[in-house]
T-cell receptor, first 113, second 112 residues
Framework: DSGVTQTPKHLITATGQRVTLRCSPR?????VYWYQQSLDQGLQFLIQ???????AKGNILERFSAQQFPDLHSELNLSSLELGDSALYFC????????????FGEGSRLTVL | LAKTTQPISMDSYEGQEVNITCSHN???????ITWYQQFPSQGPRFIIQ?????VTNEVASLFIPADRKSSTLSLPRVSLSDTAVYYC?????????????WGAGTKLIIKP
């Protein structure tokens, strides 16, 4: 158990819909990262927050947005969903900035039909 | 921007030592090199992290040459349960922005 909690674990929805994925980082971790992993693919970095502020942005589509709240939990919002958005979405937290030590949640599997 | 290259796949047998090398040029000079293991439908799990020379823990060793342009993850006496995808991760500080650069992953298959 990494200490990072993601909900929901599974989500099935239709094209054009909007979903919100939630992440609770490990206690005390200020950094939260979001990654997308399509079937049999590597990790695609989406966005990073540190203590409520956006720190880095990767290949995140304009249809996607995220935020980190004062209690440090984070949400990833995916809208106008397309079939190609079907993937595992991972959240990771880190105890320090500028370190490669990440603790990953078990992911949210999104299926868009 | 830093770039990482690692083999797409590797096969080995139970009881053997497996070495997976990641090439990474232009990494941040004061940053660590980290390796992760990922099983299907699970989040990646931290294996080992190092800055230079050699680091060893209970599951693996990490060898980093002086120029830090590559790193080698060594798994001693692998078992079937070591079948997984292994990723290297480095930091890059181009344009004063810190970014984490992931390798594409090496799919390791251990045979009986």
């Amino acid at each position: 158990d990494s200490g990072v909690t993601q909900t929901p674990k599974h989500l099935i929805t239709a094209t054009g819909q909007r979903v919100t994925l939630r992440c609770s980082p490990r206690s005390g971790d200020l950094s939260v990262y979001w990654y997308q992993q399509s079937l049999d693919q590597g990790l695609q970095f989406l966005i990073q927050y540190y203590n409520g502020e956006e720190r880095a942005k990767g290949n995140i589509l304009e249809r996607f947005s995220a935020q980190q709240f004062p209690d440090l939990h984070s949400e990833l919002n995916l809208s106008s969903l397309e079939l190609g958005d079907s993937a595992l979405y991972f959240c990771a937290s880190s105890p320090r900035r500028g370190t490669g030590e990440l603790f990953f949640g078990e992911g949210s599997r999104l299926t868009v039909l | 921007l830093a770039k990482t290259t690692q083999p797409i796949s590797m096969d080995s047998y139970e009881g053997q030592e497996v070495n997976i090398t990641c090439s990474h040029n232009n990494i941040a000079t004061n940053d660590y090199i980290t390796w992760y293991q990922q099983f299907p439908s699970q989040g990646p799990r931290f294996i080992i992290q190092g800055y230079k020379t050699k680091v060893t823990n209970e599951v693996a060793s990490l060898f980093i040459p002086a120029d830090r342009k590559s790193s080698t993850l060594s798994l001693p006496r692998v078992s079937l349960s070591d079948t997984a995808v292994y990723y290297c991760l480095v930091g890059d500080r181009a344009d004063s922005n810190y970014q984490l650069i992931w390798g594409a992953g090496t799919k390791l298959i251990i045979k009986p």
